[in-house]
Structures are given as structure tokens and as C-alpha cells.
């Protein structure tokens, strides 16, 4: 029975998602893209790593978690009304102008990392099936992602970002289509066992380690500033309001993930990743692990999809729109590929987490400074951005690069 409700659910969510008047409209399409970054596997992990720094404390983390992700979308909802506004006025020497290229520029080097990281992450879910030998293995995978790069690439040659949102969209909905069914599954679950299936909950635990681990894991609800830099398809209002629909949407399904997950807290602790869930999965009805490992390839394909938007967007405007759609995606391909055959990103996604940390550390910056300028909202606002952008960067100082 939970098996066929999570089928079920999981098929209706994706085919309204897909076929649904609202679907086909330019906010949900502006939606989508900030949200498909924004729930990449993160989410199947979250559980595990909470439960075993936070214990039965773990609800409360996440939410202080989703808080700190929101206060910073706060802060890039500012600067997409502000700054652009401001920065089509600057000199290209203005030193403000020099910041915002600072900013673009550690953006463009962690979104680089992180589509290389999200589709290496997918080259090993769909490598595991077949033999390929230990000493190919590396090549191999290296060779899978590049060709997704240039396919990705390939559908912007209509000159239109349209097209690369459309596969986007198609791998969003089939990811909170199996979300849905998997939430459904331990609804039951739940239902069925209103004692918690006699498992004994974890004793609530914090250390000076919680709250590093915790800024660490600000890399798992990213995604949100992919908004900031879709200026050539939608206005200020369409990207404000539907980045913060994405917050809304994705902390509604954290958040409700983990309170389902919390009769398995005790299990979740000794839990390794993906793995990990997907064996409590398997625990609620046999054969739900398989929504575990769709989702996960899902959500690596659909976050990297949004990750190359956002590092297209930000070559336009880091060219001062002299390069096009095509272009600006021809350079960030360029650049992730790089990332691809020079490193390795399992290694290097800490430097990911801390680039995106310093990222939203500098977007409070300029906010503060965008603010002073023009007098755009008072001094509690101006505040508030700063508070923001120390915590951003004491993330990107100390956070534990819980993700890798």
C-alpha cells in the first residue's frame, strides 16, 4: 500500500508539474530554475549529518539552517532591485563596479566547481551498473560529464536560455514528483506507527563543532542567487518574487523531510550519505530505495542544469551583455570543463562551500554599500546586512565542508 501511494503521488506531482497550466508560466519557469539548484542531494543527506551532530535536535538545526539561507536571499532580493538599478549607471573604473566584479567572479569559480561536483556525483550513480575498470574509471567519467556540458551548451544555440530551462524543468518536476511520493511514504509510515515504530530517539547533543558543521552545510540550500543573474529573461519583480517562491518551496520540503524522517533519527545517525537513507527508505516499503537513487541523479542533473544558468548569467553581465546567450554558456562550459579534467571535484568541494559562503559574504557587502549610496533603506536594513555578511563569512572561514 505505501509503495502504491508514493508511485501514485509521485506520478501525479511530475505530470501536473509538466503538463499543468501553471507549469507552462514564465513564474513558475523563473521558479524552477533557483529551485532546482537549491534541492540538489542535499536534501538525502541533510538527515543523516543532523541527526548525527544535532541528535533529536536535528528539526531545530535545519530550521536555524533554512533561517540563515533566507536571511541571505533577503539580501540578494535587495541587490536585484539596487544594484542592477545602480549598476547600469557606473563608469566601468567605479569602484563598486570593480566590487561587483570581484563578487561575479568568486561566483563564476564556485558555480565552475560545483556543476563539475553535481555532475560527477551523477556520472557514479549511473557508472555503478557496469564493470568499468579501476584504472578507466576516472576517464571515463570525466568523458560522460564533458559530453552533458556541451549537449547543455548545444541547447542555447537558438540563442534563447528558454531551451536549456525546459530540461530543467523536465528534471525538476520528475525530482519533486519522487519527493512528493517519498514524503507520502512516511506520512503512512507514520500513521502506522504513531509510537515511532519503538525506536529510541537520539539524546540532543550540541558542541563547539555544531555550529561549523551547521554554516558547512549552507552549500546544501544554495541556489537561490541563481535569480540575481536571469536579468535577460525576466524582470526585477518576476526574479524577486519567484526566488523567494523557491525558498519557500524548498524549506517546506526540508523541513518536512526531516520531521518525517524523525522516528529513524536513531538509525539516521550511523547512516552515510545517500546510502544511508536509502536503506531507511527501504525500511518504510521494500523497493523505495529506487526513489532515492532517481532522486538523487534527478536532483544532481537539475541542480548542475540551474548552476550552468546561473554561470551564464553572470558572463553576461560580467561583459556588459556583449557576449549573448550563446556565448556567455560557450564560456562557462569552457570554464566547468576545465574544472572537470583539472581537478577532482570530490576534493575540492570544500573550496565550493567556502566560495559560495564568500560569495553572499560580498553581496551583503555591496548591499551595505549600495544602500549608503543611494539611500535606499535605513540604517536597520544596513545593519542587518552586515550582520548577514559577517556570519557569511565566518562560514567561509570556519564552515566544516559537511557536503564533501
Not at 560580467?318 to 556565448?327: A, C, E, P, T
Request: charged letters at 10%; a positive charge; glycine letters at 10%.
Amino acid at each position: 500500500m505505501i509503495m502504491a501511494v508514493a508511485i501514485l503521488m509521485a506520478v501525479a506531482i511530475a505530470a501536473g508539474l509538466t503538463l499543468g497550466k501553471f507549469a507552462r508560466s514564465d513564474s513558475w519557469r523563473a521558479t524552477v530554475t533557483p529551485l532546482a539548484s537549491i534541492i540538489g542531494s542535499g536534501f538525502l543527506i541533510c538527515g543523516p549529518l543532523l541527526a548525527k551532530e544535532f541528535g533529536s535536535l536535528a528539526l531545530a538545526a535545519m530550521a536555524v539552517l533554512l533561517t540563515l539561507s533566507y536571511a541571505v536571499g533577503w539580501v540578494i532580493r535587495f541587490n536585484i532591485v539596487h544594484v542592477e538599478n545602480l549598476a547600469e549607471t557606473l563608469s566601468l573604473n567605479d569602484p563598486f563596479a570593480w566590487g561587483m566584479r570581484v563578487a561575479q567572479g568568486t561566483l563564476a569559480i564556485a558555480y565552475a566547481v560545483s556543476v563539475a561536483y553535481y555532475l560527477k556525483l551523477l556520472a557514479e550513480f549511473l557508472m555503478k551498473p557496469f564493470d568499468v575498470p579501476a584504472t578507466s574509471h576516472t576517464l571515463v567519467a570525466n568523458i560522460f560529464v564533458t559530453v552533458i556540458i556541451l549537449a547543455l551548451t548545444a541547447l542555447t544555440f537558438s540563442g534563447d536560455i528558454r531551451k536549456i530551462e525546459h530540461a530543467a524543468h523536465g528534471s525538476v518536476s520528475i525530482k519533486l514528483g519522487i519527493i512528493a511520493g517519498m514524503l507520502a511514504a512516511l506520512a503512512i509510515w507514520w500513521v502506522a506507527h504513531p509510537a515511532g515504530g519503538g525506536e529510541p530517539m537520539p539524546a540532543a547533543k550540541l558542541s563547539f563543532h555544531s555550529i561549523p558543521m551547521l554554516l558547512g552545510l549552507l552549500i546544501t540550500v544554495q541556489g537561490f542567487e541563481t535569480s540575481r543573474y536571469m536579468g535577460e529573461s525576466y524582470d526585477q519583480a518576476t526574479r524577486v518574487r519567484t526566488m523567494r517562491w523557491s525558498q519557500w518551496i524548498s524549506s517546506a520540503i526540508y523541513l518536512a523531510f526531516l520531521a518525517l524522517l524523525t522516528p529513524f533519527l536513531g538509525r539516521a545517525q550511523n547512516a552515510e550519505g545517500v546510502a544511508g537513507i536509502l536503506d531507511i527508505m527501504e525500511l518504510v516499503a521494500p523497493f523505495l530505495g529506487i526513489f532515492v537513487l532517481i532522486g538523487a541523479v534527478s536532483s544532481q542533473l537539475s541542480a548542475a542544469i540551474a548552476d550552468s544558468i546561473g554561470a551564464g548569467g553572470i558572463a553576461v553581465e560580467v561583459s556588459r551583455k556583449k557576449l549573448g546567450v550563446r556565448g556567455a554558456f560557450i564560456f562557462a562550459a569552457i570554464l566547468s570543463i576545465a574544472v572537470v579534467w583539472l581537478t577532482d571535484p570530490f576534493q575540492v568541494i570544500a573550496l565550493s562551500s567556502r566560495a559560495f559562503a564568500l560569495f553572499y559574504a560580498m553581496q551583503a557587502g555591496l548591499a551595505v554599500w549600495v544602500s549608503r549610496r543611494t539611500q535606499a533603506g535605513g540604517v536597520g536594513r544596513q545593519i542587518g546586512f552586515a550582520v548577514i555578511g559577517i556570519i557569511c563569512v565566518i562560514a567561509a572561514a570556519a564552515g566544516a565542508p559537511a557536503e564533501g
